[in-house]
């Protein structure tokens, strides 16, 4: 089977994570700064922090907005559970705003809901705007509508490190409060498990640093009285254990020198793909002029007028010939654990119909021509 994505790992990446085990820190050694600072350094963000997961980065990105009970979140529906539950664990709401046809959340759809969430005082707290396959959201539009209400954005960038928005780097936090990478083995660069809290506000880092480490901190400027003695520490937050280790930190920073390589290499095969399904019956990635796609994940829609299957055929077929294909994502508001919060599909029908249509093929770095070809091939075969 030629899964949807997979990691790259290099003799180097070993060797780097062999010399941690060796070394006298498997976690909270020099590896984890080190890699905070080359992805600071990369994206342009002032402050980097790493942590065991973009989940956990989502919730601690939350909670340092002051996302609480009677808040509201509101995401896309077409992205990873993650992005929505984060705030369900701050036990704030969560609503959806419908996609355009880039997959991302529609700035109409967006303005639209903010002027009418503003007429009757339901306005969210924070907005996860979800940079879908690796394109970038059109945040400047997005921050001046979140200025404009009182809304602070955050960006989950789980598919988009590598990529770029108006020629510079995604995770600048230009147009966000907050910036979020997952650092998962089918994503962009790998820690085998692991994710990225990225800001320019000293405050908010501060207080991401505080909870992803139980709330306790070391600095006695922080605490409520002078240090009882060289040991003392104090718990001042409630927070969590979302620590990375040196292991992990160590790969991340590894996989950082090849980043480049990975995006240019994605959207070369992006484009041979382009190239080789102009013809078929499918709706093809939108490309944005602002926005260089990480291209984490290539979908295409099919046009299913104009075949003569169903979705769930294609899909399978794909599958029987040896061909990982994915779907990315079922809609949110569809999730037994959202249905109950009354959600109506209707209100989302771009994303029902991305829902009836979106098939992701292969995409990672290592994917040969030729197999490329055969994935291009069977879906041929499928759609004729
Ligand atoms: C993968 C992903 C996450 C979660 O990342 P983890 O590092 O696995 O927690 C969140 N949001 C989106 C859009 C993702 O694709």
């Not at 940079?131 to 979140?146: R, V, Y």
Request: proline share 5%.
């Amino acid at each position: 089977m030629i899964p949807y994505g997979r990691q790259n790992i290099s003799q180097e990446d070993i060797d780097v994570v062999s010399a941690v085990l060796r070394s006298d820190f498997l976690t909270q050694g020099p590896a984890i700064p080190h890699f905070e600072c080359v992805v600071a350094q990369y994206t342009g963000a002032r402050h980097a922090l790493a942590v065991n997961s973009a989940t956990s980065a989502l919730h601690i990105a939350c909670l340092a907005l002051g996302l609480g009970a009677g808040d509201c979140l509101w995401t896309s529906p077409i992205t990873f559970v993650a992005s929505a539950n984060c705030g369900l664990y701050c036990g704030a709401r969560v609503d959806f705003v419908d996609i355009d046809e880039t997959g991302n959340i529609g700035i109409a759809a967006l303005e639209a809901k903010l002027a009418c969430a503003s007429r009757d005082g339901s306005l969210p707290k924070v907005l996860v705007a979800v940079h879908l396959a690796g394109l970038s959201c059109d945040m400047e539009a997005i921050a001046a509508l979140a200025a404009r209400y009182g809304v602070r954005v955050v960006e989950d960038a789980s598919h988009a490190i590598g990529g770029r928005y108006q020629d510079a780097p995604v995770g600048n936090c230009r147009y966000s409060d907050i910036t979020v990478f997952s650092f998962h083995p089918v994503k962009i660069v790998t820690t085998g498990e692991g994710g990225m809290a990225l800001t320019n506000d000293d405050a908010l880092a501060a207080h991401m640093d505080l909870l992803r480490s139980h709330g306790i901190t070391r600095d006695p400027a922080r605490m409520t009285h002078t240090p009882d003695g060289p040991w003392y520490y104090q718990q001042i937050a409630l927070g969590f254990n979302y620590r990375i280790t040196d292991m992990q930190a160590a790969l991340g920073a590894s996989q950082m020198t090849r980043i480049d390589e990975f995006v240019v290499k994605r959207n070369a095969l992006s484009q041979r793909y382009d190239r080789l399904l102009a013809n078929l019956p499918l709706d093809l990635p939108v490309h944005i002029s602002q926005s260089y796609s990480a291209r984490h994940i290539y979908v295409v829609r099919l046009r299913l007028a104009l075949i003569g299957c169903s979705h769930r055929e294609v899909f399978e077929g794909m599958r029987q010939r040896g061909i990982g294909v994915n779907l990315h994502y079922i809609p949110v508001y569809l999730q037994p654990w959202y249905k109950d919060m009354g959600f109506n599909p209707d209100d989302f029908p771009h994303s029902q119909a991305y829902y009836a249509q979106a098939i992701s093929l292969p995409m990672y770095p290592d994917l040969t021509d030729f197999q490329q070809d055969q994935v291009v091939n069977a879906l041929a075969e499928l759609l004729a």
